[in-house]
């Protein structure tokens, strides 16, 4: 299955746009935003456990990210609550489950091989630092190499200068409205920008959204980081 899977285009998918599709535990469904595979995949999915779902043990060769939602997610090495951030490295194997249900965002298959450190984040305790302008506020969550995953929070009004992305930026939109000069994103929306894109984006309600960074192809380019 291929879905936005060519990454070197811009994507915006609207939570308007989004179904829900069965996966093959039952009581687990997916809402796809990219793919590129079959059940072994590339993939980027907002996924859903009823109460008392479960996947089999299962390993991620090439890593997962997960950010649970809502409700309460499981596995092996503990239960975790809404706003809890977990990276796990290539090569980790698991059998999650939700005792009450949970929604989570997932990405698969796109951790670099050599990134090894397991990280649990209860980002609802996590401290906060000042950004590159007033109003912006970061929430480090896993950095490797090029690759950086942090939460991002503008305050009403908050804007930031024009600037490309070296590897690329991938968006969840978490809460409010994130914006830039190509539209508006409410809660719920996710984007994802090829290497060396620009933009200048800025809040004027306020936001807090999930940024990845570093993570896509490099292309041979002879432009200028502005």
Not at 178 to 192: I, K, L, Q, V
């Amino acid at each position: 299955m291929k879905l936005n899977s060519d990454l070197s285009q811009r994507v915006v998918v609207e939570p308007s746009s989004l179904q829900w599709v069965d996966s093959p535990a039952s009581g687990i469904q997916r809402q796809l935003l990219a793919r590129d595979g079959d059940e072994v995949a590339r993939a980027t999915s907002i996924v859903r456990y009823a109460p008392g779902s479960a996947f089999e043990n299962h390993k991620h060769d090439l890593g997962e990210e997960i950010l649970v939602l809502d409700g309460e997610f499981s596995d092996e090495s503990g239960t975790f609550g809404p706003g809890t951030y977990i990276k796990n490295p290539p090569g980790s194997s698991h059998a999650p489950s939700s005792a009450t249900g949970c929604t989570l965002f997932v990405k698969l298959r796109h951790l670099d091989l050599a990134d090894s450190q397991r990280t649990v984040v209860d980002t609802r305790n996590g401290p906060w630092f000042p950004g590159l302008v007033p109003g912006l506020s970061v929430m480090p969550l896993s950095e490797f190499d090029t690759q950086h995953t942090a939460l991002v929070r503008w305050a009403p009004g908050t804007r930031f200068n024009s600037h490309r992305h070296y590897g690329g930026e991938e968006i969840y939109v978490l809460e409010g409205v994130f914006e830039d000069e190509f539209g508006s994103y409410p809660a719920g929306t996710w984007m994802r920008s090829p290497h060396l894109s620009a933009h200048r984006p800025f809040s004027n309600t306020g936001c807090t959204i999930l940024v990845k960074t570093g993570h896509l192809p490099v292309a041979e380019s002879n432009e200028v980081l502005a």
